[in-house]
């Protein structure tokens, strides 16, 4: 267990419609970073958080947005949704961004788009 | 661009039989190569993190190496709980960033 909860675990939805997923990083860390994982794609990065503010994006979507709260926590919100999109999307967290910090990565959330 | 490469793509093994995974990178001021074990539907699970060239690092079974092209994961007499999908990334300094770029991973499955 890395400490790095993910909520939900599955999510089954249609094309054209929105999602939430959570993700919780361990406790003391501030950093949170996204990635994807589909099978033809293999692990992507999609956006990076650190105490609330956004540090970094990678090959994120204009219709994924994503937020870091002040508890910590962060959101990544799918929007118009389509069957690409269905993937393994993974939330990993730091203790800070310097650099060679190790990431943990929760347990995903699997995401089936029909 | 940072290229990452890993080989084999797959690779079984019997038990007990020693073996090597190989993790070639081409990025100017690596600031770190991890290793990770991921299982078929879970998250990465870290195993390593490299710095410097000529670093060796250890767990159980598990040995990690660092060239200035290559990373080595070397596998001493391995188990069938040990199959699993192994994942080679490196970060580079981009300003803030701090993600990481990862290989596509090899599969490795051992046979009892």
């Known amino acids: 267990d890395s400490g790095v909860t993910q909520t939900p675990k599955h999510l089954i939805t249609a094309t054209g419609q929105r999602v939430t997923l959570r993700c919780s990083p361990r406790?003391?860390?501030?950093?949170v970073y996204w990635y994807q994982q589909s099978l033809d794609q293999g692990l992507q990065f999609l956006i990076q958080?650190?105490?609330?503010?956004?540090?970094a994006k990678g090959n994120i979507l204009e219709r994924f947005s994503a937020q870091q709260f002040p508890d910590l926590h962060s959101e990544l919100n799918l929007s118009s949704l389509e069957l690409g999109d269905s993937a393994l999307y993974f939330c990993?967290?730091?203790?800070?961004?310097?650099?060679?910090?190790?990431?943990?990565f929760g347990p995903g959330t699997r995401l089936l788009v029909l | 661009e940072d290229q990452v490469t890993q080989s084999p793509e797959a690779l079984r093994l019997q038990e007990g039989e020693s073996s090597s995974l190989n993790c070639s990178y081409t990025?100017?001021?690596?600031?770190?190569l991890f290793w990770y074990r991921q299982d078929p539907g879970k998250g990465p699970e870290f195993l390593f993190t490299?710095?410097?060239a000529g670093e060796e690092k250890e767990k159980e079974r598990l040995k990690a190496t660092l060239t200035k092209k290559e990373s080595f994961l070397h596998i001493t007499a391995p188990k069938p709980e040990d199959s699993a999908t192994y994942l080679c990334?490196?970060?580079?300094?981009?300003?803030?960033?701090?993600?990481?770029?990862f290989g596509s991973g090899t599969q490795l499955t051992v046979l009892p």
């Open positions: 990993a967290s730091s203790v800070d961004p310097g650099q060679g910090q190790t990431q943990y």
């Open positions: 990334a490196v970060q580079v300094p981009s300003g803030s960033a701090r993600q990481l770029t």
């Open positions: 406790s003391g860390d501030l950093s």
């Open positions: 958080y650190y105490n609330g503010e956004e540090r």
């Open positions: 490299l710095y410097s």
């Open positions: 990025v100017s001021g690596l600031r770190g």
